[in-house]
């Protein structure tokens, strides 16, 4: 529980500006730990050494520690004080000391997930960004860069295994069944990067030999009766270990590399060195428990951690502000690695379709920030879409304008002159400079300026030349009022519709202007641009164009995306179009969907991804005040009316046998996905027969792809089938959490009318929780997420989500503040809506006691 007297009534923002080098070094730390999971004895021992040249007191930051004892070189020290939660030791004039407190901890009852906590029986940490603090006083800064021994000791029975970065350089037996372990970490790192974890595991072992012939033993860690669902997490990670290598010539550093998988987590991952702890939902899968999208999703999620090896360890930040530094990067390098695993095309529509719903609303709304912030009150509110999916943008346009070869020298040089080192996104944007040869001086406004640019395009013509005119604007965001434009690359094409005459093949055109003329070359007609290619920049494009040029675009172009973006324009033009009363283009969309399905015929993932209608959120976010019911009316429509008149093709789909669960080829899951999608538009047709189909696919699947697909689609609608699969679904998998989560997403996710009030239920059902985090993202995420429940007229959505916030926040304070975005989006909607969720949130801040983080992001969607 957070303890209200320690709450600062304002909470202080901390500013980028004011980054000052620390005043001590700690070049190595012993730590010592006597475990239990009430009781955790700490005893650190940090050699620190004065960097400062002016003598200056000792601060090690502290968060819900009482020291009870503190030495200086092995004597006892009483020239300490606490400030706060900080402890404040003063040396002196000394150079250099060994400092040692000794603290007791409670990890039962660390509730937030941050430090040191039980999770089902074991120890774990999470330290990133300012957890180590909650197991021991330190700087706690990640420009403090230490070696680690750690001493771990415990009850054999409760913790046969013992594990901490590095490697294990002695074990024996204690007295009274107890056990130790003492690991050493050669590579100095950040506080932020420890871990530890003690627990009965049972272990997937493997070995991959590096480029360089070194061998390395691979463990994953998981509880007894998870062992056969590690297997797909470890093809990942020798994979992603091979590809580091042949694409950015990167070797793995130690002996070990393990991973741990545990239940209560609040985030995806964590990378700490040589022992990465990961939500079991990203590694655990096998065919009758994970979909196709969790399958990608522990590929994608393994190879993050593991690439933070070099994209955050090797190299780590100077200070929280430069987290796109390794995040942004380290997504850019998950992403590329995915997209060589699979399609990339497909890949690409997927990383923008997350950009889309989760960064573009971000960055046009209250909480809007830079990839590089300014400032912030608590760090944790900015491990955002920003920071990681948009950082992940401003790379690859890196990556774009110098192309690969100067790109890799680029990272080369990055690598090599930074490592070991704590660096600023401004040393990774010289190293591009140099290595690539290129000026990025106006580029670097991309780590300065929030908001996602605009660019309006208008065709020229002068005589048979033609040009395309592009004006960049990029809006104002909270304490950004003006904006400069940005550099940026552009890849376009333009074609003759008729297929006569010229054509501009894929062109790269950097912007820099805010008005910028591009010439076509020369047409006889007007052509038919193909624009912001593979999405070489993270821009609205604001370009009118008749529905006969998207859908021949949607046919024609030679690039995946731009087929894909043509189509979702055509359907996007139509809803919106029909959300305001007017009917257009409804056949020319059901022309390029049923063109779509022959035309690509032998790329299902591509057609799938393709033929799926715009979300309702992104609907919303094209309109100048969302209402959301008429979007979900008009959406349902459209979608009816596709499936009525292409009832015969998605009927064929689905005719067709399903692949087996375990072939988990490209092909495979683009055919499964695409039978989900055919599913969906039958389903929406109406038509009598559907329930039936759907649940004989549920009951039939051979895994957990086709099953999830037939109950979400179930799930919509009020047929005794859907009763029937709910309660199958529920009593086949009560005891498997991660399959459970799915029982709540796909009710919390339903079109029904009732959902408000389903899902108030569903928290009341005896497997909700509000201590595991995947469960209250399972269902109060996946909530937030629809957008007509959740903006149901009389606020009854609204008040549900800060229930929530509310009873979470003296729990989990990070889990209750990444709930509050959805409600401080108000500005986008009605008078009345605006009235009900400026209400929550004001509800929301007048709690006694509550958290910086939740404090931080209601305040701020106030504003
Ligand atoms: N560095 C981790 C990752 O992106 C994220 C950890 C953030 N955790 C937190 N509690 N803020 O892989
Ligand atoms: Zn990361």
Not at 190 to 214: C, K
Not at 289 to 317: I, L
Not at 381 to 393: D, I, L, P, S
Not at 529 to 548: K, Q, T, W
Request: aromatic content about 8%; proline content about 6%.
């Amino acid at each position: 529980m957070t303890d209200a007297s320690s709450t600062p009534a304002l909470p202080v923002t901390i500013h980028r500006g004011d980054y000052r080098p620390p005043e001590w070094q700690i070049p190595d730390i012993a730590l010592d730990f006597e475990l239990g999971i009430e009781a955790t004895r700490v005893t650190a021992a940090l050699s620190v050494v004065r960097a400062a040249a002016a003598p200056a007191p000792l601060l090690l930051r502290g968060d819900g520690l009482t020291p009870s004892a503190v030495r200086v070189d092995g004597a006892v020290w009483n020239d300490w004080r606490l400030e706060g939660s900080d402890l404040i030791v003063d040396l002196g004039d000394r150079q250099a000391a060994t400092v040692e407190v000794d603290a007791v901890i409670d990890p039962s009852a660390n509730t937030q997930l941050m430090g040191l906590y039980a999770s089902n029986g074991m120890l774990c940490t999470q330290c990133e960004a300012e957890g180590f603090r909650r197991i021991a006083f330190h700087p706690d800064r990640p420009d403090v860069l230490s070696r680690y021994r750690v001493r771990m000791a415990g009850d054999k029975a409760a913790f046969p295994i013992l594990l901490s970065n590095g490697n294990i350089i002695e074990s024996g037996e204690g007295e009274g069944g107890t056990h130790w372990a003492l690991w050493e970490d050669p590579w100095p790192k950040p506080s932020y990067l420890f871990a530890l974890v003690a627990g009965d595991l049972v272990v997937n072992r493997d070995r991959f030999t590096t480029m360089s012939g070194r061998a390395v033993e691979l463990g994953i860690w998981v509880r007894a009766g998870d062992l056969d669902r590690t297997h797909h997490a470890m093809t990942a990670l020798k994979h992603s270990m091979k590809w580091d290598e042949e694409v950015y010539g990167r070797e793995y550093d130690l002996d070990r590399f393990n991973i741990v998988a545990v239940s209560d987590f609040n985030m995806g991952a964590m990378e700490n060195k040589g022992l990465n702890i990961f939500n079991t939902r990203y590694i655990l899968a096998d065919p009758d428990t994970a979909t196709d999208a969790d399958y990608d999703g522990v590929e994608g999620v393994v190879a993050h951690e593991y690439f933070h090896n070099w994209s955050g360890n090797r190299v780590t930040c100077r200070d929280w502000f430069q987290l796109s530094l390794k995040e942004g990067f380290t997504v850019y390098r998950d992403q590329s690695f995915s997209a060589a695993m699979g399609s990339a095309p497909v890949k690409r529509i997927e990383d923008v379709r997350v950009l889309r719903a989760a960064q573009f609303p971000e960055d046009a709304g209250p909480l809007a920030h830079p990839i590089r912030p300014d400032s912030y009150q608590e760090i944790s509110n900015f491990y955002t879409a920003t920071v990681y999916n948009k950082g992940a943008e401003v790379i690859r346009m890196m990556a774009t304008l110098l192309g690969p070869e100067r790109f890799r020298k680029g990272t080369d040089l990055y690598f090599a002159r930074h490592d070991g080192e704590a660096a600023t996104c401004e040393d990774f944007v010289r190293a591009m400079e140099e290595g690539g040869d290129i000026d990025l001086s106006q580029f670097r406004r991309w780590y300065e300026q929030a908001g996602t640019p605009k660019l309006h395009l208008a065709l020229a013509q002068e005589g048979e030349d033609w040009f395309l005119d592009v004006t960049q604007t990029v809006p104002p965001t909270p304490g950004q009022d003006d904006k400069a434009p940005m550099m940026m690359p552009l890849r376009l094409a333009a074609f003759a519709m008729d297929g006569s005459g010229a054509a501009l093949p894929d062109t790269l055109a950097t912007l820099t202007d805010v008005v910028q003329r591009i010439p076509l070359g020369r047409f006889t007609a007007r052509p038919a641009l193909s624009v912001n290619r593979g999405f070489s920049a993270p821009v609205i494009v604001d370009y009118e164009r008749a529905p006969g040029e998207l859908a021949w675009l949607a046919a024609h172009d030679d690039d995946p995306f731009a087929r894909y973006e043509a189509l979702q324009q055509l359907m996007l033009d139509t809803l919106v179009a029909a959300v305001s009363g007017e009917a257009k283009g409804r056949e020319a969309v059901i022309g390029a969907v049923a063109q779509t399905l022959t035309g690509a015929a032998d790329d299902p993932a591509f057609v799938a991804e393709a033929v799926l209608l715009p979300s309702e959120a992104f609907i919303g976010d094209q309109m100048v005040t969302v209402d959301p019911d008429a979007i979900r009316r008009e959406r349902l429509a459209l979608q009816a009316a596709i499936g009525a008149a292409l009832e015969r093709e998605w009927r064929a789909i689905l005719a067709q046998a399903a692949p087996p669960a375990t072939d988990l080829t490209p092909a495979a899951k683009g055919r499964r996905r695409l039978r989900g999608v055919a599913l969906a538009y039958l389903a929406a047709s109406g038509k009598g027969d559907v329930p039936g189909l759907a649940f004989a696919i549920f009951s039939n699947a051979d895994g957990m792809t086709e099953r999830q697909a037939a109950l979400a689609t179930l799930a919509h609608g009020d047929s005794d089938e859907r009763a029937h699969a709910l309660d199958i679904f529920y009593q086949r998998y009560r005891d498997n959490p991660l399959v459970l989560d799915k029982w709540f997403q796909v009710q919390a996710w339903s079109q029904r009318a009732d959902t408000v009030a389903a899902v108030a239920e569903l928290a009341r059902h005896a497997d909700f929780t509000l201590a595991n985090p995947n469960r209250v993202r399972a269902l109060y995420g996946a909530f937030a997420g629809n957008q007509a429940a959740f903006h149901q007229a009389d606020g009854a959505g609204y008040r549900l989500l800060a229930d929530l916030v509310i009873a979470l926040d003296p729990r989990n304070p990070q889990t209750a503040a990444r709930m509050i975005p959805p409600l401080g989006r108000w500005k986008r909607f009605d008078e009345a809506r605006q009235a009900l969720m400026k209400a929550e949130l004001e509800r929301i801040l007048a709690q006694p006691g509550l958290s910086r983080d939740v404090t931080e992001q209601a305040s701020k969607s106030l504003m």
